[in-house]
């Protein structure tokens, strides 16, 4: 069953690098609504709202929606993809010397201040 996805909608304004007021005004879809759809509220909005929105964002309407059976795929591909991209990264900090090692923890650390 295909379903309205609010991540959908996020990631293309993502891509886009638009926040909900820039959405909106190019989009004519009030603003209220936006946020209504991206928190939740509204799970299923009008399809005049989805084509204005896929019109902004330069996209098709289908690109808002998702199947069920997709998601645990799409889901699993990431997952690999990230554990690859991990154990890639863990490799390359593994072959830094000791005061990079050092340099790379500090980064870290100030990193997950914030």
Do not use: C, R, W
Not at 94 to 110: E, G, R, V
């Amino acid at each position: 069953m295909n379903k309205f996805s609010k991540e959908k909608l996020e990631a293309s304004m993502l891509y886009a690098d638009l926040n909900v007021k820039e959405l909106s005004t190019i989009s004519n879809v009030g603003a209220s609504t936006l946020y209504e759809i991206l928190n939740g509220t509204k799970n299923n909005p009008k399809s005049e709202t989805l084509s204005k929105l896929a019109d902004a964002l330069n996209i098709s309407v289908n690109d808002f929606y998702h199947d069920d059976n997709i998601i645990i795929k799409e889901t699993a591909a990431q997952y690999q993809s990230q554990t690859k991209e991990n154990k890639e990264i863990l490799s390359n900090i593994s072959k830094l010397n000791t005061k990079d090692k050092k340099l790379f923890k500090a980064l870290l650390a100030k990193f997950n201040e914030k």
